[in-house]
């Protein structure tokens, strides 16, 4: 009885991963020497090279269809043809199952779906959304599967296309009887069902009716299970259809068994077990062999019981199918029991626990790879929300910024009339009061003053917003690795694999370059700081931590001297910066043992000086990079001399005169 349940448990596999319908014979050589027929249409050429793949390799050499794939999606590309290539990438995940590598299937089909629903193909986005669910329901996700068969069926009846509905109304049925819903099941195979009817397509009647019939003999529904099964095997026999024909019969076996008839479940059985030899399907003989041997058992015959359960065990071993050597062990164990053979019986006990062990290690593989195409899934998800959020962020900035540019010229615009206007006011006052020239000249140039003044402060708000737009990327970039980051240690936390340290310790990095990056934004912003004094400080704060972090030896006398002055924001920012690009310069590229930095700030004048023993910029490479050009140009900007010398060691002078 035992051997009956494990039975049961195949047969329900067997019914819901059912074989496509039966394809008529199809010349494979013309269809390749077409592909190879360069005058051809390319549409003709890919159509022939596609069903090539499909007849040729699809069901039996998974590793050349994967090559055929690539070679047809390359084509179709070639040519833009991007059903072909959507239908290049379905052979690919069909190949994909076939070796087990269910996320590249997965990968590949929702590829397809999205090239067929950009297209707006409603068949080829149908056909890829069932192709995708039961890789789902591979995966353990079946309520996503059911989600995505049933968005199909929307689709087939869209189109009409009643042959998708029909196999899709299976699918569906099929899934619900691996949860157990029975009740749902048989209302998804009575409409596939009568969709079959309609059309006559026998092939689909026949796996309909024997599906139907497992479900009914699950329930003890005998006599209908029976009507089904009988109904399906003369269908499969009258279309050759001999998998299905097969299951049929093992349906009608199990039947046979539990309603007592032993003798005519054993000729469903060896009936059965012709057809798989006849097939070549060593794990379905090798199923049908230890059935028949628990016929023989039954009815008291042990040494037959014995002879076709090692038969069946030979032949689950050169299928290595893991079910059926399990199989045939409990068999092997239960005849060894009951004939004495206790050291038999232990050793085939000891067969069946590998093998129950060696599924359930599998089937536990098959769940947790699940999860983790579920969370993949889920992370690159939320990562296109982020990055979407991100964009949006990035163009609400932009408008804003457009607003501040518009307004700060408005407000211009209005200022220079208001002052105009009252220059206007003010000069015709002075000719009605009679005042002096002098005091009119005077007049005017105060106004000019005041109009100048208010065009720098104009000047200097635009030079604030140029600097956060340009330190925005920066930041932005820091923040989106953390972002990033931190979602790889949560998935490091729950797989329970190593590398969480390193993870931590790169967040602590980039959180700190994200601080100082802040820290500039403010100081370069902030107008409290634009003086020489403030320009002073932040420079010799700035080489401190510098070279203290680099462990080189290294001096620095930064001085202001004499009374403070303001300084312009793009000025003080270009000074500053110039000052960082030379001093990281020194420190990643020059080798040197010593570095000094002398800068020195008055009321006329600034003066930088960066010098150090290593090898000198022209040897480094770095004369022709980004960084000595970028000096050069926030000099010129600024009004500065800048002088380099790289031959012995490398020396960065600036001088800037303040009262030009």
């Avoid at 802040?518 to 003086?531: E, F, R, T």
């Avoid at 004094?533 to 931590?545: I, N, P, Q, S």
Wanted: proline residues 1%.
């Amino acid at each position: 009885m035992a051997l009956r349940f494990f039975r049961s448990v195949l047969l329900i596999m067997c019914c819901a991963f059912a074989h496509a319908p039966v394809r008529a014979q199809v010349d494979t050589d013309s269809l390749f020497h077409i592909w190879k027929n360069t005058a051809a249409p390319d549409t003709a050429r890919l159509t022939a090279l596609n069903k090539y793949i499909s007849v040729r390799f699809l069901n039996t050499d998974p590793d050349s269809t994967l090559y055929y794939g690539f070679l047809l999606y390359d084509s179709a590309a070639a040519k833009d043809l991007k059903k072909h290539m959507a239908a290049a990438m379905v052979l690919q995940g069909r190949a994909y199952i076939k070796r087990n590598e269910l996320s590249m299937a997965m990968e590949r089909f929702r590829s397809a779906f999205a090239v067929y629903d950009g297209l707006g193909d409603l068949k080829g986005s149908a056909a890829v959304l069932n192709n995708i669910a039961l890789t789902e329901s591979d995966l353990g996700d079946v309520s996503h599967a059911i989600e995505h068969m049933t968005r199909s069926l929307r689709l087939s009846e869209e189109l009409k296309d009643s042959s998708m509905m029909a196999r899709t109304l299976g699918n569906i049925g099929t899934f619900y009887a691996g949860q157990g819903d029975t009740a749902n099941a048989m209302d998804y195979y009575k409409r596939r069902l009568v969709i079959a009817e309609r059309l006559g397509q026998k092939d689909i009647l026949a796996e309909v009716v024997m599906n139907m019939g497992h479900i009914l003999g699950a329930g003890r529904q005998f006599d209908r299970a029976l009507a089904c099964y009988e109904r399906g095997l003369a269908l499969s026999r009258e279309i050759n259809y001999p998998r299905n024909e097969l299951k049929c019969l093992q349906g009608l076996s199990y039947l046979r068994f539990h309603q007592g008839d032993l003798a005519g479940s054993l000729a469903f059985d060896l009936a059965a077990a012709e057809i798989a030899r006849k097939i070549g399907d060593r794990s379905a003989e090798a199923e049908t062999y230890a059935a028949i041997a628990s016929d023989h058992q039954a009815m008291g015959d042990l040494r037959q019981a014995l002879a076709y359960a090692q038969k069946a065990m030979v032949l689950a071993r050169e299928g290595g199918n893991a079910h059926s050597i399990r199989e045939a062990a409990v068999m092997l164990y239960d005849v060894r029991k009951a004939l004495g053979d206790a050291d038999g019986a232990l050793a085939m006990y000891e067969l069946y626990i590998t093998m129950r062990d060696s599924i359930a290690n599998e089937e536990s593989k098959q769940a947790l790879m699940g999860q983790k195409f579920q969370y993949e899934y889920e992370r690159k998800e939320a990562l296109l929300t982020a990055e979407q959020h991100a964009k949006d962020a990035v163009a609400a900035e932009e408008l804003r910024r457009r607003n501040l540019e518009r307004n700060a010229f408005m407000g211009g615009v209005v200022l220079a009339l208001l002052l105009a206007g009252s220059l206007a006011l003010l000069y015709r006052n002075s000719r009605r009061n009679g005042r002096s020239l002098a005091e009119k000249n005077r007049l005017i140039l105060d106004a000019q003053a005041q109009l100048v003044q208010s065009e720098r402060a104009r000047e200097a708000n635009e030079v604030r917003i140029r600097i956060a737009r340009d330190v925005h990327d920066q930041l932005g970039s820091d923040l989106t690795k953390l972002v990033l980051l931190s979602t790889e240690a949560k998935e490091i936390a729950h797989t329970g694999t190593n590398g969480l340290n390193d993870i931590a310790n790169n967040i602590e990095r980039i959180a700190g370059e994200a601080n100082r990056s802040l820290g500039d934004i403010v100081w370069a912003i902030d107008p409290h700081h634009d003086s020489l004094a403030g320009l002073t400080e932040r420079v010799r704060a700035h080489c401190e931590r510098m070279l203290k972090w680099s462990k080189v030896q290294h001096t620095v006398d930064c001085v202001h001297e004499g009374p403070d002055r303001s300084l312009d924001p793009a000025t003080k920012r270009d000074i500053y910066l110039i000052l960082r690009e030379a001093l990281n310069n020194a420190i990643k590229y020059a080798g040197a043992r010593h570095i000094q930095v002398a800068f020195t700030t008055g009321p006329s004048s600034v003066r930088l000086v960066v010098t150090d023993d290593g090898v000198g910029f022209q040897e480094t490479g770095m004369a022709r990079g980004n960084g000595l050009a970028n000096m050069r140009l926030r000099a010129e900007r600024i009004g500065a001399r800048l002088v380099l010398d790289g031959n012995a060691g490398t020396t960065v002078q600036l001088y800037l005169d303040l009262t030009a």
